[in-house]
């Protein structure tokens, strides 16, 4: 493989200080939404619970939590 003469160093799109930040914050979203869910499915009676709202929340704290996962691994140094 040859490289041409001008080539740039790589450069995350996140600095690599905001990933303990972002792991915190993230994860804070991801419990209080699964939390959400969790008193969703507890307090509404079973006829008026309704699959969008349930998809909705549960999507929302899945993703959230999961980025949440990912930076913690970075901000500890495992590169994923």
Not at 16 to 27: E, Y
Not at 43 to 48: D, I, K, M, R, V
């Given at each position: 493989m040859v490289l041409s003469g001008e080539s740039y160093a790589w450069s995350p799109p996140l600095p690599?200080?905001?990933?303990?930040?972002?792991?915190?914050?993230?994860?804070v979203v991801g419990l209080a939404?699964?939390?959400?869910?969790?008193?969703?499915?507890v307090?509404?009676?079973?006829?008026?619970k309704g699959l969008p709202v349930e998809l909705g929340l549960a999507a929302a704290a899945s993703v959230t939590l999961g980025l949440a996962g990912l930076f913690?691994?970075?901000?500890?140094g495992i590169y994923v």
């Open positions: 690599p200080s905001l990933f303990t930040t972002l792991a915190f914050v993230l994860a939404l699964g939390a959400a869910f969790f008193l969703h499915q307090t509404t009676a079973a006829s008026a913690i691994m970075l901000s500890v």
